[in-house]
């Protein structure tokens, strides 16, 4: 069954610094991956996807992730945190069989002024 | 604009109650998602559909129904038999090939008394 896991419940990085929230997955075939944000009380925001090609994929508000089959990680940088960045962020895989979206538990950013 | 519009977004319900989310897209997109978000749980798929009149249950559709008898529109029911029905509810939809990403709708919070 696919799977993705979310090692970190939260992450804290100073305003400024680059930041990485974690993301690892289990498909059988080609995985579709993705990255979403949610602020409080609002829908998911689609951030970027991985689909096939080059593995740093670069997405919006300045975010990109990197793909790595040998270690199945999807994992959400940005090479410089704002204050703004901090909410609730999501990795997804899409079941290739079943057109399923299964969702991480989320990792919370909080960045420091 | 086009969107995705889910009403209404605050709910309260007695227990033993029925109550149905709204769900409505103008995005032309044939695929359409329920999923239930608790704290520390992530996102559960509770329905999908990929086409009108027809819809498959996700992983947690007991206590659950839905429709799809057009296309811009996919209705969740939460019946009395949900045991824990209080929840933040997210509808999304999918256009295009099968790995573009979810859209989503603002959310509709339900609660028991």
């Known amino acids: 069954a696919q799977s993705v896991a979310q090692p970190e419940d939260q992450v804290n990085v100073a305003e400024g610094n680059p930041l990485t929230v974690k993301c690892t997955y289990s498909v059988s075939g080609n995985p579709y991956l993705f990255w979403y944000v949610q602020y409080p009380n609002r829908g998911l925001q689609f951030l970027l996807k991985y689909i096939t090609g080059d593995n740093l994929v670069k997405g919006s508000y300045g975010f990109e992730a990197e793909f790595n089959k040998s270690q199945t990680s999807f994992h959400l940088k940005k090479p410089s945190a704002l204050v703004s960045d901090s909410a609730l962020y999501f990795c997804a895989v899409r079941d290739g069989g079943t057109y399923k979206y299964i969702f991480g538990t989320g990792t919370r950013l909080k960045v420091l002024a | 604009d086009g969107g995705i519009t889910q009403s209404p977004k605050y709910l309260f319900r007695k227990e033993g109650q029925n109550v149905t989310l709204s769900c409505e897209q103008n995005?032309?997109?044939?695929?359409m998602y329920w999923y239930r978000q608790d704290p520390g749980q992530g996102l559960r798929l509770i329905y999908y559909?990929?086409?009108?009149?027809?819809?498959q249950k996700g992983d947690i559709a007991e206590g659950y129904s839905v429709s799809r008898e057009k296309k811009e529109s996919f209705p969740l029911t939460v019946t009395s038999a949900q045991k824990n029905p209080t929840a933040f509810y997210l509808c999304?939809?999918?256009?295009?090939?099968?790995?573009?990403?979810?859209?989503f709708g603002e959310g509709s919070r339900l609660t028991v008394l």
């Open positions: 559909s990929q086409i009108v009149n027809d819809f």
């Open positions: 995005l032309n997109h044939d695929a």
């Open positions: 999304a939809s999918r256009g295009g090939s099968g790995t573009g990403e979810l859209f």
